[in-house]
């Protein structure tokens, strides 16, 4: 762990200045949370809308409860099993948190990462750490520091590299301000994981009739250059559709993407597959998906045929989730 790193990114934060940083789901974009004008650097940085607003990470107890006005029982629940991880709990925010860090909103999101680097930064800050991922508004996550620099470049001053991060996708989303917790983002804490511990949670879907519960849900994300098309149905019917639609997309001169996993790349040689690893392990797909989304944007495709994750179950939820947004909604069943 580069100590010396840690202790400027501290200053640094202090001083209202913007430091990329490690975390177990995907490399944060840190500024004081309390300081408004390092907050409206992030979302100059970022290019990020106004309206979408930032999680608040913290490494103790003690900073929580300057951030949040009060933790209904369920919350302190979660925060036992599940901190430090990758969760980030909704709750009533407290005055003094700045409105340009949550959007106008009287709630905040909190999270207390589960990252060596993470944890000794926000602790030697000694400030709370309003942090979105580190990447341009609508980018893939960055999930290596390289990612960061790509995105970023001159407009963070320190980006703090740790390797490529452990989970690869961000943090769990829950909205703890109603009668029962409601899922606004799926991540690596698991619905099922939800569930055993506060009972029933229900799942925010975003239709443009109804109010935004999640600021960020209304946002196309996660997007590489060329377009996205995610293929859904039974493996080998998907497979075979793929083949079909890139022999077209082929003839017509396009340079054409595959995202597949290790069992199925061997029959994309004509094309440029890239792999999420193993059918059947989440786990892989989820570090590797980011990284490969940004890959096909150095390799130039000009579209992109994606088989989807073939389950929805635990970290699946989470996956298929960021495939459909990548993919801008072009479904494409068989
Ligand atoms: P990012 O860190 O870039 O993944 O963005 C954080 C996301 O957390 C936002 O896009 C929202 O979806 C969600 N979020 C943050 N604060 C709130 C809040 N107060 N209420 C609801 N959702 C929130
Ligand atoms: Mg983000």
């Not at 106004?50 to 369920?74: G, K, R, S, W």
């Not at 490529?164 to 109603?178: K, P």
């Not at 799926?186 to 511990?197: H, R």
């Not at 098309?229 to 019917?237: A, D, F, N, V, W």
Request: with cysteine; aromatic share 8%; glycine share 8%.
């Amino acid at each position: 762990m580069n100590q010396r790193q840690i202790a400027l990114g501290a200053e640094y934060l202090r001083q209202g200045r913007l430091v990329a940083f490690p975390t177990e789901t995907v490399y944060g974009l840190g500024a004081n949370a309390w300081d408004a004008a390092a907050v409206r650097q992030i979302f100059a940085a970022k290019g990020r809308p106004a309206d979408n607003p930032l999680i608040v990470h913290i490494a103790d107890y003690a900073t929580l409860d300057q951030v949040v006005d009060h933790i209904p029982p369920a919350a302190c629940a979660l925060m036992q099993a599940f901190w430090p991880g990758p969760l980030s709990l909704v709750l009533p925010k407290k005055k003094q948190v700045p409105a340009i860090v949550t959007a106008g909103l009287d709630t905040v999101a909190v999270r207390w990462p589960n990252h060596p680097v993470a944890e000794a930064l926000i602790r030697q800050a000694q400030v709370p750490v309003a942090a979105p991922s580190a990447n341009r508004s609508g980018r893939p996550s960055p999930t290596l520091a390289q990612h960061v620099a790509a995105d970023l470049g001159e407009a963070v001053d320190l980006i703090i590299d740790a390797g490529m991060v452990a989970i690869g996708l961000e943090s769990t989303v829950v909205d703890m301000t109603g009668s029962e917790p409601i899922l606004l983002r799926p991540g690596a804490v698991t619905i099922e994981d939800l569930t055993k511990i506060v009972g029933p949670v229900s799942r925010a879907g975003y239709a443009p009739e109804q109010p935004v519960r999640s600021p960020g849900m209304k946002y196309a994300h996660y997007a590489p250059q060329a377009p996205l098309y995610l293929y859904l149905g039974e493996p080998s019917t998907v497979v075979q559709a793929q083949l079909g639609k890139a022999a077209e997309l082929a003839s017509q001169n396009q340079r054409v993407g595959i995202l597949t996993y290790d069992q199925f790349a061997a029959k994309f040689s004509a094309y440029t597959p890239l792999s999420l690893g193993q059918y059947d392990e989440p786990a892989q797909a989820a570090q590797k998906l980011y990284q490969q989304l940004r890959r096909f944007d150095e390799l130039n495709v000009d579209v992109i045929l994606a088989h989807g994750y073939p389950s929805e179950a635990g970290l699946g939820l989470a996956l298929q989730n960021r495939l459909i947004k990548a993919a801008g909604f072009r479904l494409v069943w068989v």
